[in-house]
């Protein structure tokens, strides 16, 4: 199974500045055939169900705000929040796609400082 | 506009079943594979198995692999997670969710999607 590892657990950031979560797989979710990263991130707020923002690594869903980006490629990869807005206190996902079992990392909680 | 509505949660005791089902709209049902994922409470997201658009293909994880069956009525445009020889541990918000695109297979691998689409979810409470 590829795990996921996610940093940091929690993150508390004052409005309008940047936010960086991390997110490590444990093996390569590059396929070379095709040049793409199976990784997506995702955001839940309480009591909601979880949101797709980041697909590909980097090709942010329709609809979601250009302050949201994702970045990396085959083990390292990161989501960027580069102007911090109080809608976007949430936990945050990645989630690779490259094999089954699909698998999570453990959620990144962003607040605001 | 995709919507995607679960039911069939509820309180049920070690050992039993539930059959949970997830209502479509808004797109082809039959072009898409389809997924659960729960979510325990106060817990992170598990994927719990996948089925391809025309059902041909299904997949599970470990933890209900045996015990899990994941089904789709395309006439219907309706999704099941038949839920049998429930434990503790099963109690969690179960989530239906839309795949991308529908399992593509190319250079003798399986490609899945990630979800662009989930319903609200429906609780599984397993307790005695």
């Known amino acids: 199974d590829i795990v996921m590892t996610q940093s940091p657990d929690s993150l508390a950031v004052s409005l309008g500045e940047r936010a960086t979560i991390n997110c490590k797989t444990s093996?390569?979710?590059?396929?070379?055939?095709?040049?793409?990263?199976?990784l997506a991130w995702y955001q839940q707020k309480p009591g909601q169900p979880p949101k797709l923002l980041i697909y590909?690594?980097?090709t942010r869903e329709s609809g979601v705000p250009d302050r949201f980006s994702g970045s990396g490629s085959g083990t390292d990869f990161s989501l960027t929040i580069s102007s911090l807005q109080a809608e976007d206190v949430a936990v945050y996902y990645c989630?690779?796609?490259?094999?089954?079992?699909?698998?999570f990392g453990g959620g990144t909680k962003v607040e605001i400082k | 506009e995709v919507h995607l509505v679960e039911s069939g949660g509820g309180l049920v005791q070690p050992g039993g079943s539930l059959r949970l089902s997830c209502a479509a709209s808004?797109?082809?049902?039959?072009?898409?594979?389809m997924g659960w994922v729960r979510q325990a409470p106060g817990k992170g997201l598990e994927w719990v198995s996948s089925?391809?658009?025309?059902?041909?293909?299904?997949y599970y994880a470990d933890s209900v692999k045996g015990r899990f069956t994941i089904s789709r009525d395309n006439s219907k445009n309706t999704l099941y997670l038949q839920m049998n020889s429930l434990r503790d541990d099963d109690t969690a918000v179960h989530f239906c969710?839309?795949?991308?695109?529908?399992?593509?297979?190319?250079?003798?691998?399986?490609?899945?999607?990630?979800?662009?689409?989930w319903g609200q979810g429906t609780l599984v409470t397993v307790s005695s």
């Open positions: 969710a839309k795949f991308f695109q529908d399992m593509v297979t190319f250079g003798g691998f399986v490609h899945t999607y990630h979800f662009d689409n």
């Open positions: 808004g797109f082809t049902f039959s072009s898409y594979a």
């Open positions: 089925i391809s658009g025309s059902g041909g293909d299904a």
């Open positions: 093996q390569s979710v590059l396929y070379n055939s095709n040049n793409k990263n199976y």
């Open positions: 590909w690594a980097s």
């Open positions: 989630q690779q796609y490259y094999d089954t079992p699909l698998t």
